[in-house]
């Protein structure tokens, strides 16, 4: 991750003059505002702004006139049960605002997540920085042989190397066009046009405001073993923001979504079964392959 000098001293400026505020302000949070948390080679997740904490979820759920908090084990107790529970809108009374530099291509999986606010850095107005997501050598997989979308095995140290060359020469040629295309003393093409010639590894940057509920179903999806490695570190970057900014509501998200599956009525009249000693197999129960698969993953 690069920050220019500059970005570094309005970072620092921001970090050294605090405001006092009537606002609910979590110490936990507070300690990553306006840091950038370094993703993938070039990237970064910024804290911006934040409203809430754990208790405003508890004042959320009791409507309360004061802070909402009975005690920090009711706090818990009640965030745990409105999770276990999928009582959603508590969560929606927290808000945070991001600022995410990635990859073009992560910014295409991660768009997908509609229940956001954006707003993303302009290729028509601005140049974009001559920069590329290359992928450290350990994550240059073949395609899996398993599973359609999805990497195997990490290619041999000869392929890896060819792929690394293909992927420096191709950004740096694509780049080079870019620039001649846009050079005013010489073609002058509008800069949202020359754009198209980018690859997708280019880096762009976005704010991202969400909410706490959108948030953690975010999380779910892209901080799980099936997103792609170069989304997914970014959610694990953003899951340690979120368990210093609403610890309770982090561990309940840990227990209740990220460490829970969810069963099919076939599943539990199988498991029930299982438990009365009887044998059960995919037939007997009516599941395909795959879900008899998932079945056994789910209980070993
Ligand atoms: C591992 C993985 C693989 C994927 N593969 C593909 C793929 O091959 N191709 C592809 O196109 N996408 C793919 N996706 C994207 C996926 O299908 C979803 O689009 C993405 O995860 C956003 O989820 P979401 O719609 O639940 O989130 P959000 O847009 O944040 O929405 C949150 C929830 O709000 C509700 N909601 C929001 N907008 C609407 C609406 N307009 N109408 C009704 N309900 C709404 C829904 O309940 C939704 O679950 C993949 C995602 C993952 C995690």
């Known amino acids: 991750m690069s920050l220019t000098p500059e970005q570094q001293a309005e970072i620092d400026e921001l970090r ?178 020359a754009r198209m010639n980018l690859p997708a590894n280019i880096y762009t940057q976005w704010y991202w405001k969400v909410d706490l509920h959108n948030l953690l179903h975010f999380l779910r999806l892209r901080a799980d073993a099936h997103a792609q490695y170069e989304i997914r570190v970014y959610a694990d970057a953003i899951c340690q923001v979120v368990a210093d900014w609403a610890p309770a509501a982090y561990k309940a998200f840990e227990d209740y979504r990220m460490g829970a599956v969810t069963m099919s009525a076939q599943m539990m009249v199988a498991l029930r079964l299982m438990l009365k000693g009887e044998e059960v197999t995919a037939e007997s129960t009516g599941m395909s392959a795959r879900e008899w698969r998932e079945f056994q993953d789910m209980i070993s």
């Open 16 to 193: 050294s003059s605090p405001t006092p505020t009537l606002r609910v302000v979590s110490d936990g949070i507070e300690k990553h505002l306006y840091k950038a948390i370094p993703v993938l080679d070039h990237g970064f997740v910024r804290v911006i702004d934040y409203m809430g904490d754990d208790a405003a979820i508890c004042q959320a759920a009791r409507v309360s006139y004061g802070k909402g908090t009975k005690s920090v084990q009711n706090d818990e107790g009640l965030i745990r049960y409105l999770m276990r529970h999928w009582h959603s809108t508590p969560f929606e009374m927290c808000e945070i605002k991001l600022h995410v530099k990635l990859p073009v291509f992560v910014a295409r999986q991660w768009i997908r997540h509609r229940t956001a606010n954006v707003n993303e850095y302009s290729a028509r107005y601005s140049i974009l920085d001559r920069e590329f997501y290359i992928p450290a050598p350990e994550h240059i997989n073949a395609q899996s042989v398993v599973n359609n979308q999805g990497r195997g095995e990490v290619l041999s140290p000869e392929q890896t190397a060819q792929v690394l060359e293909v992927l420096k020469a191709d950004s740096a040629r694509c780049y080079d066009n870019y620039q001649n295309m846009i050079d005013e003393d010489g073609i002058g093409l509008a800069r949202e046009l």
